[in-house]
């Protein structure tokens, strides 16, 4: 009889440990998403929080320096710094200057291998949940932008793991902007596009900005003239009043900005040194995430100037060279993975003056990253120049790539069927109509896939959207 009982309850159990692996399979399927949305991932560019925490072990912000923080510095090494320099000349106040920037910037300072000297994370990254992607589809990957491109994309890899497990979607869709597109390129190196639908680029700077590899090459001044080009092209994108714009017109018109130009380049002229070997490079070249905008060309030299042979900074010399390569080969590794059915999509604003820091200005760019290198290689004409009568579409490939203003030809991007221009916009406006398509979009989506966003748009600031340039 108790033989018999055992027998019963073992069935039993049997049953209904059984019923219950069959419903777990169910709930899960039930828990897949079936809609026909990818996920998408966007990530985001530099200047995310970035915190440590103190003895106590309290939470604090080491980006952005917290305000009084920031003033407590300032009141304690200026006027020092300005007494130096009155009494002491260039040399002495160079550097009190240069110990006031370096203790405000101490908390994000980088070792000589590119790792954070302090215990710093970032902003957690959206929860990888079913409820966000049925909320907005939208998740936003945070890293630390300082740290080697690589380990953020070790850990955008980790995440798409999550929010594939947390949907049911095969596949993802990565829109990177700005230095998002560092690690999305660090990312399709390492990783391919086995778990990437679409990847769109979005003012990326997975090329380099002109202005860092200048920076890094010791190329450094102030135009008076730049300065007023760079605000009079900004403030119509960022959708400022017209009152702003008079005032900028009567500060060079009446000489003002020849006069602050001429000032800030004399400090540059006296003091560059000092600053870049005692800040510059102890600081921001040893940020991978940052060194890693100097664009292929600048390379090198940057290389040979910041960090010559010295042994101490092999590691870090390495971390760069591995994006370096990356960045050459951009091309190469996304059409790659392009053959393999991922879709690419390229967005690039134009008709801004770069930062008026150095060099020759007048390239045309989203008033930081160079319009040439987010777009992957179109070519441009100098700003407020159009291209001659005469000009000739540089490749011929059976379809007209250049802009209605002349200001660009698209046949020499990487992309030239599935790349847009959008006029008039900054690196901090956003094309929502535009991206919005995009992510919908089934598929590879080209210049000619629809009437509403050909390949050369124009931006409005004040609801970024775009629309068909005429």
């Not at 994309?153 to 230095?179: C, F, P, W």
Request: contains cysteine.
């Amino acid at each position: 009889m108790k033989k018999a009982f055992k027998v019963i309850i073992s069935v039993f159990m049997s049953l209904v440990l059984s019923f219950m692996l069959v419903s777990s399979g169910f709930a899960t399927e039930a828990q897949a998403c079936e809609c026909d949305k990818a996920p998408v991932i966007f990530v985001n560019g530099i200047g995310g929080m970035i915190y440590s925490t103190d003895e106590n072990g309290e939470e604090y912000s080491i980006f952005p320096i917290e305000t009084e923080t920031m003033v407590s510095k300032i009141l304690t090494y200026l006027p020092p710094a300005v007494i130096n320099g009155i009494f002491g000349g260039w040399d002495s106040f160079a550097v009190s200057l240069d110990k006031m920037v370096t203790e405000l910037f101490i908390g994000m300072d980088c070792d000589n291998e590119g790792n954070s000297v302090l215990p710093a994370y970032a902003d957690e990254c959206d929860p990888a949940t079913m409820n966000e992607h049925l909320d907005d589809n939208e998740f936003n990957f945070l890293y630390d932008w300082r740290l080697d491109p690589y380990e953020s994309a070790a850990k955008l890899d980790a995440y798409i793991d999550e929010i594939i497990e947390a949907t049911g979607h095969e596949k993802v869709i990565i829109n990177a902007y700005s230095e998002g597109g560092e690690i999305a390129l660090a990312y399709f190196d390492a990783y391919g596009s086995e778990k990437v639908e679409m990847f769109i680029s979005q003012c990326s700077a997975f090329q380099g900005l002109t202005l860092i590899g200048k920076l890094f090459t010791n190329d450094c001044s102030v135009d008076a003239n730049q300065l007023a080009n760079f605000l009079g092209t900004m403030m119509p994108a960022a959708n400022v009043d017209d009152g702003v714009t008079t005032f900028l017109k009567v500060l060079k018109y009446t000489g003002i900005y020849h006069l602050l130009t001429a000032v800030v380049n004399k400090v540059l002229d006296e003091c560059f040194d000092t600053i870049y070997n005692g800040f510059a490079k102890d600081v921001f070249a040893c940020m991978p995430g940052v060194f890693n905008f100097v664009p292929a060309e600048y390379f090198d030299d940057a290389i040979d100037m910041v960090f010559g042979d010295d042994p101490e900074y092999a590691v870090l010399v390495e971390k760069l060279t591995r994006y370096h390569n990356a960045q050459v080969n951009a091309e190469k590794i996304l059409k790659a993975e392009q053959e393999k059915g991922m879709a690419v999509a390229v967005v690039s604003h134009y008709g801004c003056y770069p930062l008026p820091l150095v060099g020759d200005m007048s390239y045309q760019s989203d008033a930081l990253i160079d319009s040439a290198n987010s777009s992957g290689g179109a070519t441009f004409a100098p700003m407020g120049q159009p291209f001659g009568s005469d000009y000739k579409q540089e490749v011929s490939d059976g379809h007209n790539h250049i802009a209605p203003d002349g200001s660009v030809d698209a046949s020499t991007c990487m992309f030239p069927e599935s790349t847009w221009f959008v006029s008039g916009f900054s690196h901090w406006c956003y094309s929502t109509n535009l991206i919005e398509w995009l992510e919908a979009y089934d598929g590879q989506p080209t210049v000619t896939s629809n009437p509403e966003f050909p390949q050369f748009l124009v931006g409005n600031p004040a609801d970024n959207t775009v629309s068909a340039m005429k």
